[in-house]
């Protein structure tokens, strides 16, 4: 993980993006369930964790665009973290 990142674009495109949480590591391979997994395993991590909390924040009080194949994933995700 580096770089900075926006909390307004999420990207959950495989290898989309090296700084956003959202975004599975390039030559990641699963559906759904495994996405969820690793979101899971990310959220416990510190760096990944406040990126996703951050994410989640921002949501809360500001309109976010959210891109790529686990759209519907990240937003259910970003829908229950909502503070």
């Known amino acids: 993980m580096s770089g900075c ?3 307004a674009v999420i990207e ?3 290898g989309a993006s090296n ?5 599975p590591p ?6 759904r ?3 969820l997994v690793l979101m899971r ?3 416990k991590t510190l760096d990944w964790g406040q990126r996703i909390l951050c994410c989640a924040r921002f ?4 309109p976010i665009k959210i891109k790529g194949q686990f759209f519907l994933e990240a937003n ?3 829908s229950a973290l909502r503070m």
């Open 19 to 23: 700084s956003c949480p959202f975004s």
């Open 5 to 7: 990142f926006s909390a």
């Open 76 to 78: 259910e995700i970003l």
């Open 41 to 43: 395993h990310r959220l």
């Open 12 to 14: 959950t495109d495989i």
């Open 26 to 31: 390039p030559g990641w391979e699963g559906g």
């Open 33 to 35: 369930e495994e996405y």
């Open 59 to 62: 949501a809360s009080h500001s």
